[in-house]
């Protein structure tokens, strides 16, 4: 009895160990972003457009901040340079979110309204104030 209580309460512990250490971060930078799109609270998507092609890629971010975080939009760049975006995203073992979004723009007016969608909910269109 006693070595059987010792076995599980071993197992669990071992569990957790393992369970904790199924933590993975991934730290990714988009550059070449030419347009910003606030859906709503935390929801961003870019477009960008690669060097030397014809094609704008739409990238949407992950919505969900890691608990108590917001995204950083930073006005750094020059009139007319390409905007960029940094974010480092928590791959948990039962929650994914990002650590930090960092959207490096030249003006407020860089970002711009995005549709969102509930569905049975709503649905509509994030107007930015000028």
């Known amino acids: 009895m006693k070595r059987?209580?010792?076995i599980t309460f071993?197992?669990?512990i071992s569990?957790?160990?393992f369970v904790s250490c199924?933590?993975?971060i991934?730290?990714?930078r988009i550059d070449n972003v030419v347009r910003v799109f606030w859906h709503e609270g935390s929801r961003y998507s870019v477009q960008v457009k690669e060097p030397n092609s014809l094609e704008i890629k739409t990238i949407?971010?992950?919505p969900y901040m890691c608990s108590g975080l917001l995204p950083r939009l930073i006005v750094d760049l020059s009139q007319g340079s390409l905007m960029w975006v940094?974010?480092?995203?928590?791959f948990n073992f039962d929650f994914n979110c990002l650590q930090l979004l960092e959207i490096h723009i030249s003006s407020e007016k860089d970002i711009e309204?995005?549709?969102?969608?509930h569905g049975k909910f709503g649905r509509g269109q994030t107007s930015v104030i000028k």
């Open 113 to 117: 309204g995005g549709g969102w969608n």
């Open 22 to 24: 199924n933590q993975r």
């Open 60 to 62: 949407s971010l992950h």
């Open 15 to 17: 569990s957790l160990v």
């Open 26 to 28: 991934e730290e990714v």
């Open 10 to 12: 071993l197992s669990v």
């Open 86 to 90: 940094r974010y480092i995203k928590n």
């Open 4 to 6: 059987n209580i010792v």
